[in-house]
Structure formats: structure tokens, C-alpha cells
């Protein structure tokens, strides 16, 4: 009735076993265990504040995004207008200084909170979390600070 | 002239026989002998229109005794036997033989996520923790009335959905985030708690919703639908979460 392979995870084998009865092999720790480690409560707004950016941001980042691409891109002669004199025109005008300064600041948080909660969810242990965290808000703090600073600085008479 | 007993067998054995030959692959692991898991094919004779369950219990019954795995009512309602077979969380006493293509060898397995503890048996105690943080049963406050507590059928019908949870496990463990690193309340806890934040007799609801408001509550939800696929129950579980979700913001319920 049945065809059986015998196999090392099932019945006994030939040679010497490593686990039995006495010394069964060791099992992984469940998870949610209480442990001297588990902090007491790690509740907080946090997440659902960052919950809601995504959502806010996201809608926000469509039509500024857009905008840019179409402006960029499509209207008035494509790509090839864009230039030092084409960005320094722009920037001339407050209003694109807000709507460039607003993209940036817009984009990088989304980005740096989806990947935080990429980091969360694939990183196994928690060193790894905390080197890949490290990393992402130092690269983020880096070039929000860095674009803040050259919107707001943009001489157009470098030379 | 024969007999009527006579009669019948001579029909059954005319009759073609219902009986299809299926590989059981199934993922076996004891603790006593190796600290491996392994694959192993059983072949037995089976009905089609049997259940999963039916030849689990063949396997166990006449061809190998050692086969661990849990069950109790058999018909669908204790939530034993959730296990993962084909790669699909299900009910392995709801699961059709001829529903899963019974001429490819069918897979079964423990559900993921949680420690196994032998063949199919897996601990369930961080499931039932997360249900218990969630602390699903009545919250009143005042005197206790002295007739039952009533309520409208709109009322009733606000969270009827979520009572038909039979806490099989199925949901939690299909969650790719549950299986990181287990920490998520999962599914079926938030179904739970969903149960008593929208049924207007209870006055926890707050309490319920600072709970789920958690690093690992409602928020590392990433609608993936897993659970909502693999409630043998039919409930709409990503629903309920994103429910419990906006009663958070809104803080209406």
C-alpha cells in the first residue's frame, strides 16, 4: 500500500544518532516569548504617524512629481532645454524654490520610511537593522541637508 | 435465485472502483532522531471526493503510527488542523482530495512561523499570547444588568464577520510578517480585538486600540491579502485591519 524512503528525519538510522528521547535536538525560540529582553510596552503614536505620511505624502509626491516630469521632460522643447541657465532661471522664482524644496523633503522621507520598513520586516537580527538603519538616515539626513542648503544658497553668478 | 445481499455485492464489484492512487509528500521532523526536517512520500489508495484529513488518518492508521498532527472535531469548526498543504494554508479536514490535483504528489506541511515541535504539530503559544494581549472577551462598566445585554441587528451585524474566527492559526502564519520575526500580533489577533472594538456592549475599545497602536500592532501591516487567502472561515481579514486601522486615526468605532 505505501512506498516508504527511509530517511534520516523519520526512523532510525544506520551509525550513530545524535538526538533520542533524553536529548531531542534543539528547537528554535518561539517567537512573542516574554524575556528578560522584551521591552514593558513599545506602544507610541510613531507608527501611525509614519503610517499617515506615507498615505499624505504619496498623494502629495504625485502631483509634485509630475509636475516636475512634465515641466522637465515634456513642455517647451524636452529634455534638451534643461541646463546650468534653464535650473537658475527656475530658481529665480520662490515658487519653484517651495515646490523643489517640498520634493525633496517629500521624496526622501517616503523613501527612507518605505525602506525603514523594508529594514524592519527582512533584516533578521538586530545588528543588522541597526547598521542598515545607520546608514539609511545617515545617507538621508546627508542629501536633505545637502539640497536644503543648495536651494537655498543657489548663487546663478558662480563664476 | 440469488439473494439480495448476493445481488448487491455482484453490483459493487461491477461498479469501476472510486479509488485513485495519491502521493502523500508530507514534511516530517523529530526532535528524538535528527534536528532536520525531510520530505516523505506515502502512497495510498484514496477516493477522491475524501479529504486531506481522511488520508492523513490512512497514513497514520495502517501505514506509518509515528505521523504527529493535531485535530479534533474533524468537521471544520475546532481549528486543529491548520496546516499548509500545497503551499496554501487550509484546512486539512475542509481540503478535497480532488481540489488539489490529486495526480501531482500533494504537499503537507507544518504552518510556517511558529516552532515546529514534531511533524505537524507546531507550538501555538505565541499565537495564542498575541490573543491574549489583545484581551478578547466582554469589558463593562456599572451594575450588571439583570436581563442580557441587548443590541440592534445593525449593531450585531457591525462586526458579525469577525466572530466566525475559529483561531486556526491559518491567517497569522501566511503573514510575511509574522514570519520574520514573529513580533507582529498577527492577523487573527487584530480579528480578535476587531470583534470587541465595534460590538457596542463592549467598553474596552480604547484600551483595545492603544494596544494594537504598538510597534508590532496594526501598523506593520502591509495588506498583502495572505490572511484574507487563507481564512478557511471566509473572513475578510485585511478588511477588519484596515477597520481597526482607521478607528485608530478617526478614533471612531
Keep these: ?159 | 435465485m440469488a439473494t439480495p445481499v448476493m445481488e448487491k455485492t455482484a453490483a459493487k464489484d461491477s461498479a469501476p472502483s472510486p479509488y485513485i492512487t495519491v502521493t502523500f509528500r508530507i514534511r516530517r521532523f523529530n526532535p528524538e532522531v535528527s534536528d532536520e526536517a525531510q520530505w516523505q512520500d506515502f502512497q495510498i489508495e484514496i477516493d477522491p471526493k475524501e479529504r486531506v484529513l481522511d488520508g492523513l488518518h490512512k497514513i497514520k492508521w495502517d501505514v506509518d503510527g509515528s505521523l504527529t498532527f493535531r485535530r479534533s472535531c474533524a468537521h471544520g469548526i475546532c481549528g486543529s488542523d491548520a496546516m499548509r498543504i500545497n503551499g496554501k494554508n487550509r484546512l486539512a479536514c475542509k481540503t478535497l482530495i480532488k481540489d488539489i490535483n490529486p495526480e501531482k504528489p500533494i504537499t503537507v506541511e507544518a504552518i510556517k512561523g511558529l516552532t515546529v515541535l514534531k511533524d505537524l504539530v507546531v507550538d501555538m503559544d505565541p499565537f495564542f499570547q498575541a490573543y491574549r494581549d489583545v484581551m478578547p472577551f466582554l469589558v463593562t462598566t456599572g451594575n450588571e444588568p439583570t436581563r442580557e445585554r441587548l443590541q440592534s441587528a445593525e449593531d450585531r451585524e457591525r462586526f458579525d464577520d469577525t466572530t466566525k474566527c475559529i483561531l486556526c492559526a491559518a491567517c497569522t502564519s501566511s503573514c510575511p510578517v509574522f514570519w520574520n520575526d514573529g513580533q507582529y500580533f498577527g492577523p487573527a489577533a487584530i480579528v480578535n480585538a476587531h470583534r470587541f472594538i465595534f460590538d457596542s456592549r463592549d467598553e474596552a475599545g480604547e484600551q483595545r486600540l492603544e494596544i494594537l497602536n504598538d510597534k508590532d500592532g496594526v501598523w506593520r501591516c502591509r495588506t498583502t491579502f495572505n490572511c484574507t487567502d487563507a481564512c478557511p472561515r471566509g473572513i475578510e481579514v485585511t478588511k477588519a485591519i484596515q477597520e481597526v486601522k482607521r478607528a485608530l486615526i478617526t478614533r471612531r468605532f
Design chain 1, 1 to 159: 500500500m505505501s512506498t516508504e524512503t527511509t530517511s534520516a528525519a523519520v526512523g532510525p538510522v544506520e551509525g550513530v544518532t545524535l538526538y533520542d528521547a533524553g536529548n531531542p535536538a534543539p528547537l528554535i525560540e518561539p517567537p512573542r516569548k516574554r524575556t528578560g529582553k522584551t521591552p514593558r510596552s513599545t506602544r507610541g503614536n510613531f507608527e501611525m504617524a509614519a503610517w499617515l505620511f506615507m498615505r499624505l505624502s504619496g498623494v502629495v509626491l504625485v502631483v509634485l512629481v509630475l509636475g516636475h516630469l512634465l515641466l522637465q521632460l515634456v513642455l517647451d522643447g524636452g529634455v534638451s532645454k534643461i541646463g546650468f541657465a534653464f535650473v537658475a532661471g527656475r530658481w529665480a522664482s520662490p515658487f519653484w524654490q517651495v515646490w523643489d524644496l517640498l520634493m525633496l523633503w517629500l521624496a526622501m522621507l517616503h523613501g527612507a520610511n518605505g525602506l525603514r520598513t523594508v529594514v524592519n520586516d527582512y533584516a533578521e537580527r538586530p545588528n543588522t537593522r541597526l547598521w542598515l538603519k545607520g546608514l539609511l538616515y545617515t545617507a538621508t539626513v546627508f542629501t536633505i541637508l545637502l539640497g536644503t542648503l543648495v536651494i537655498f544658497t543657489f548663487d546663478p553668478n558662480i563664476r
